[in-house]
């Protein structure tokens, strides 16, 4: 379900991934990092957000040693903001004066009675200095599990490029939603009303599509990888067996796409109705993919780190103490092949990053959606997201959960898993 805790800090990076190259030429929206050049304190570096409204510019930017929201103006060229951060328990302001050209831009600050500095700034995410010999984590040889691989990569090869494995669901008929006691009615509104569904064979990817599957797509496309999550260095070529992240509904639909034209099969993102058949696996009713009781060692959401189930205020002092800065430092995915599958093979059903899914997102499309192979509403302003992600709870993780977002939102514990037709084994 939809997060709190940091949710506006990255509704606003989730703008600018929708809208970035969309507006102006002259926009600032999006990433930059400025270097100071000139300080009292020595040269530093800034990683600075911005989103631009017309003349007018707000944002955050952060330092090593603090951070801060800004509202300025930016009239094409010339750019002015004022930043009040925080050092050492006490506030300061700091006004940024600069002439942009194109992706760059440079000027002063001025800390008022602190005195006075020079900066460049450029757009995009400071670049990631490679590691020497750097080592991947978690190659697939080593996982000793019965699934597909090439080398060190889950997957398989095909014309010469790795794909995703596939594995055959038999249709059925099956019960879907979930209108128990466990269930919150003020958030599971959308799922309550149970219905049995037909769905017809199909194939679904075992696991979550990975980085070294996302980034053969974009090498053979010339495709311009996501955006690593900050703080989590080198991810898509330091962890190729993690799930990808920062796609959004239509870089996974484009990744199906080029999976049809090197494959000659047809792929497309799973339907809601065929995702939840394949998470229950055969077994109707249950709350959870374990059962009607949490398994703490069951999938990678919160609690596997917290290492016990507690209320919403316990959540939140970890998340507030622990979890947002440990997001900020490392990877908070796990390697696909890091929990038990399902009963059918499947991994990730639960947990690590929430699943973009074929359908458009109506919130009662169970009182009217067809009785079999329903593919949702021919239209809508938001895709659904099956499967629940590292950061939630168990409350929001049930088989039947649905969240949506706009198709333009990236973020980082948002991927996808592929389907195709098939003519089903299970």
């Known amino acids: 379900m939809r997060?709190?805790?940091?949710?506006?800090?990255?509704?606003?990076?989730?703008?600018?991934?929708?809208?970035?190259?969309?507006?102006?030429?002259?926009?600032l929206s999006g990433e930059w990092y400025f270097d100071v050049l000139t300080s009292p304190n020595g040269p530093g570096s800034r990683e600075v957000l911005f989103l631009q409204e017309n003349e007018r510019v707000i944002g955050f930017i952060e330092s090593n040693s603090a951070s801060g929201r800004f509202v300025g103006s930016f009239d094409g060229k010339n750019l002015e903001f004022t930043a009040v951060l925080e050092f050492g328990g006490q506030p300061m302001a700091a006004e940024y004066i600069a002439t942009v050209d194109g992706d760059k831009m440079s000027g002063v600050i001025r800390y008022g009675l602190y005195g006075e500095a020079t900066f460049v700034g450029f757009r995009g995410r400071r670049p990631i200095e490679p590691e020497a010999d750097m080592a991947l984590v978690g190659s697939a040889r080593d996982t000793k599990i019965d699934a597909g691989s090439v080398g060190d990569f889950f997957g398989v090869t095909g014309n010469g490029v790795l794909m995703p494995e596939m594995i055959d669901v038999k249709g059925g008929r099956f019960r879907m939603g979930n209108d128990g006691p466990a269930v919150n009615p003020d958030y599971g509104k959308d799922f309550a009303q149970v219905h049995t569904v037909e769905v017809s064979d199909f194939?679904?990817?075992?696991?979550?599509?990975?980085?070294?599957?996302?980034?053969?797509?974009?090498?053979?496309?010339?495709?311009?990888?996501?955006?690593?999550?900050?703080?989590?260095?080198?991810?898509?070529?330091?962890?190729?067996?993690?799930?990808?992240?920062?796609?959004?509904?239509?870089?996974?639909?484009?990744?199906?796409?080029?999976?049809?034209?090197?494959?000659?099969?047809?792929?497309?993102?799973?339907?809601?109705?065929?995702?939840?058949?394949?998470?229950?696996?055969?077994?109707?009713?249950?709350?959870?993919?374990?059962?009607?009781?949490?398994?703490?060692?069951?999938?990678?959401?919160?609690?596997?780190?917290?290492?016990?189930?507690?209320?919403?205020?316990?959540?939140?002092?970890?998340?507030?103490?622990?979890?947002?800065?440990?997001?900020?430092?490392?990877?908070?995915?796990?390697?696909?092949?890091?929990?038990?599958?399902?009963?059918?093979?499947?991994?990730?059903?639960?947990?690590?990053?929430?699943?973009?899914?074929?359908?458009?997102?109506?919130?009662?499309?169970?009182?009217?959606?067809?009785?079999?192979?329903?593919?949702?509403?021919?239209?809508?302003?938001?895709?659904?997201?099956?499967?629940?992600?590292?950061?939630?709870?168990?409350?929001?993780c049930f088989i039947a959960t649905r969240d949506r977002y706009a198709p333009e939102v990236r973020l980082y514990y948002n991927g996808f898993r592929v389907a195709a037709v098939s003519g089903g084994s299970h």
């Open 3 to 27: 997060q709190s805790a940091i949710q506006s800090v990255f509704l606003v990076l989730a703008l600018y991934f929708a809208t970035a190259g969309a507006g102006e030429d002259a926009s």
């Open 203 to 396: 194939q679904m990817s075992r696991f979550l599509i990975t980085n070294a599957q996302y980034l053969a797509f974009c090498e053979a496309t010339d495709r311009q990888p996501p955006l690593p999550p900050k703080g989590w260095g080198d991810y898509l070529h330091k962890y190729p067996n993690h799930p990808v992240v920062n796609v959004n509904a239509h870089d996974a639909e484009d990744y199906t796409n080029w999976l049809s034209s090197v494959s000659g099969k047809t792929y497309r993102l799973p339907t809601e109705a065929e995702w939840e058949y394949a998470a229950r696996a055969g077994v109707d009713g249950q709350d959870f993919l374990f059962g009607d009781e949490w398994d703490i060692d069951g999938a990678n959401i919160s609690i596997w780190r917290i290492g016990k189930i507690p209320d919403r205020n316990g959540w939140k002092v970890w998340w507030d103490n622990e979890g947002e800065k440990m997001s900020r430092s490392q990877p908070m995915t796990t390697q696909v092949a890091s929990f038990p599958p399902n009963a059918w093979g499947f991994y990730d059903m639960t947990g690590n990053v929430w699943e973009w899914m074929y359908d458009w997102y109506q919130a009662d499309y169970y009182s009217s959606s067809p009785a079999k192979d329903p593919m949702g509403p021919p239209t809508g302003d938001e895709k659904v997201l099956r499967g629940c992600s590292w950061y939630n709870k168990p409350d929001v």
